[in-house]
């Protein structure tokens, strides 16, 4: 069963950030970490559909994604099957027991799945007005059981996603969905660089690298797509040692105001 409690802070969090000047490449990544978390599942996964291709050509890309592990999440799960289906038709797609011989939808799909251990998938549709956009796909290792149904918890996640979207901020916002995608792949693209150059600077797991990505982002009091930026052009400019750019600094501390004596 999903963590009621969790759930609700989740819910909170992301909504809470909504009402801010937001950072989208984070905040997507925040959303698919509640969800792996809460729904206790092998891997979240957020997809934008980009209407300038077909979607046998490259046409979803896989913009957020977290995992139980270190490893990526599967491209090739995540762009068909149930999470093409919801994509393009914005509807919920889903599969409660992927190893059930009766149910034989997507063949290739499902003998990819069950083979990677997993057992039960749902793609929640990410919906603006008149359009559908992508899908945040959540792919369990036990089947689905008594979890929410479809409509709850992973329906509203992935809403507050379309909403994130569709608003963007003053830094990324277009006036169209292609236009969304680009610039939230530009960001992605920066951030997944920046978390590698860190990994294997400090020899780091993913996703350690990924919180010291987020914490330098803090203390320089900018967003993680903007410094993640600052990651990648010190690489650049020192590709043997980006730290030696000072980018791995934090800012000094500010020290306290001298102490004034009245009497002098």
């Not at 599967?74 to 599969?95: C, E, F, H, K, Q």
């Amino acid at each position: 069963m999903i963590d009621t409690d969790r759930s609700r802070v989740a819910i909170s969090d992301v909504t809470s950030t909504l009402t801010t000047d937001f950072d989208l490449p984070a905040l997507l990544q925040t959303v698919v970490e509640h969800a792996r978390s809460c729904f206790d599942a092998y891997s979240a996964v957020i997809v934008l559909l980009d209407e300038r291709r077909t979607l046998g050509e490259g046409g979803l890309h896989i913009v957020a994604e977290a995992t139980r592990t270190d490893a990526s999440a599967d491209w090739s799960l995540n762009t068909s099957g149930p999470a093409l289906i919801s994509a393009r038709d914005g509807a919920v797609s889903l599969v409660t027991d992927l190893a059930l011989a009766e149910d034989t939808r997507w063949p290739d799909y499902r003998s990819r799945a069950v083979a990677a251990g997993l057992r039960g998938v749902r793609a929640f549709p990410l919906r603006t007005p008149g359009a559908a956009i992508g899908s945040m796909i959540v792919h369990t290792e036990q089947p689905w059981g008594n979890r929410l149904p479809p409509g709850d918890f992973g329906q509203i996640l992935a809403d507050l996603t379309a909403v994130a979207l569709s608003a963007g901020n003053s830094r990324d916002r277009r006036d169209s969905v292609a236009g969304t995608v680009d610039a939230v792949l530009e960001g992605t693209i920066l951030v997944t660089t920046a978390v590698g150059i860190i990994a294997e600077h400090f020899a780091l797991e993913v996703i350690h690298a990924r919180h010291r990505l987020s914490r330098l982002a803090r203390s320089h009091d900018v967003t993680v797509t903007e410094y993640a930026r600052t990651v990648v052009d010190a690489q650049n400019r020192s590709p043997r040692d980006p730290g030696a750019t000072g980018v791995f600094d934090t800012p000094p501390e500010l020290q306290p105001p001298r102490h004034i004596d009245a009497r002098g």
